[in-house]
């Protein structure tokens, strides 16, 4: 499956927690959930800043590789859950 083609002209990508749908093991980890699926090839934009809530796998629980390219910003953006529980008014 192709992705679209615009990621090559593109500068910078950002990703928001979408690690099962930018992973590129669905091309090469045969017999997990997701082989054969297609993703969005972002390691063919010039810089991928790549925001997580954590460096757990994604849904599926296959692990995603750390550095897909050099050109890849890792950031944790979630941020720490507050203590006290939040309450309709």
């Known amino acids: 499956m192709t992705s679209t083609p615009e990621f090559a002209d593109?500068?910078?990508?950002?990703?928001?927690?979408?690690?099962?749908?930018?992973?590129?093991?669905?091309?090469?980890?045969?017999?997990?959930?997701?082989?054969?699926?297609?993703?969005?090839?972002?390691?063919?934009?010039?810089?991928?800043?790549?925001?997580?809530f954590d460096d757990k796998p994604g849904y599926a629980g296959v692990d995603n590789p750390p550095s897909i390219t050099p050109r890849l910003i890792k950031l944790s953006c979630w941020p720490a859950m507050p203590k006290q529980r939040l309450t309709n008014s």
């Open 10 to 52: 593109t500068d910078v990508v950002l990703v928001i927690g979408a690690n099962d749908v930018v992973n590129p093991a669905a091309n090469t980890a045969e017999g997990t959930p997701i082989y054969g699926m297609p993703i969005l090839h972002i390691e063919e934009a010039q810089h991928i800043i790549f925001c997580n």
